[in-house]
Each structure stands twice: as structure tokens, then as C-alpha cells.
């Protein structure tokens, strides 16, 4: 079974900085698309960012550009989401997802596997 994990969240001043990471098992990482989701408290899921197999080509969400950076690592299996400049309306449960076909790094029905998320909380 595909299992993706979370880790790298905690609590953060506003301006600081975090970088989450999210390692795959059980499947073949380089075949999936990679994409970091959020969801605060009365909001629905959004995407944040969205990465290619070999990591060539980047999707970011206007509210995160020049922030926040994605990448992956193909060799151990793990996508990673460096976040700068954090702002308070970044707090929110963040995921990471896998898909196994090219589609839309926005669309939440397109990506298989889901990882359990990891909190976020900017204070001013």
C-alpha cells in the first residue's frame, strides 16, 4: 500500500520560516506527480503548490509565489514544501498527495494517495 507522512510542522512567528516533508513508501515515487495541499479551520482543501516527476516543472498557487518553494528528492522518495516568509493566513493542516496520471496540479479528485497532514501555525 502507498503511504505518504508528513512531518516538519510546528509553530512559527510570522516572517519565519518552515520546510515540510512528505516521504512516500510502498509505491514508485518517480512515476508520481506531487502536490502540497492546505486547509485552515471553515475553509475548504486548496492546493499550494504542485511538482512534475523529475521535479522540471513547478505549479505555486498566487497566494504562496516567491514564498514558498517545492522540490523533490527522487532518490529517497520525498517531496518537500520550503516555506518563507509565513504569514498568520498560512496556518492551516497541510498535505501532501500523489498522482499517478498528469492532469491538474489543482484538482483535488485527480491525486490517489493522501498523506494524514501536518499543522501549521503562524503567530503574529
Known amino acids: 500500500q502507498v503511504q505518504l507522512v508528513e512531518s516538519g510542522g510546528g509553530l512559527v512567528q510570522a516572517g519565519g520560516s518552515l520546510r515540510l516533508s512528505c516521504a512516500v513508501s510502498?509505491?514508485?515515487?518517480?512515476?508520481?506527480?506531487m502536490g502540497w495541499f492546505r486547509q485552515a479551520p471553515g475553509k475548504e482543501r486548496e492546493v499550494v503548490a504542485g511538482i512534475s516527476r523529475t521535479g522540471i516543472n513547478e505549479y505555486y498557487v498566487d497566494s504562496v509565489k516567491a514564498r514558498f518553494t517545492i522540490s523533490r528528492d527522487n532518490a529517497k522518495s520525498t517531496v518537500y514544501l520550503q516555506m518563507d516568509n509565513l504569514k498568520p493566513e498560512d496556518t492551516a493542516v497541510y498535505y501532501c498527495a500523489a498522482m499517478k496520471r498528469a492532469y491538474d496540479y489543482s484538482q483535488i479528485s485527480k491525486y490517489d494517495y493522501w498523506g494524514q497532514g501536518t499543522q501549521v501555525t503562524v503567530t503574529v
Open positions: 510502498g509505491g514508485a515515487f518517480s512515476d508520481y506527480r
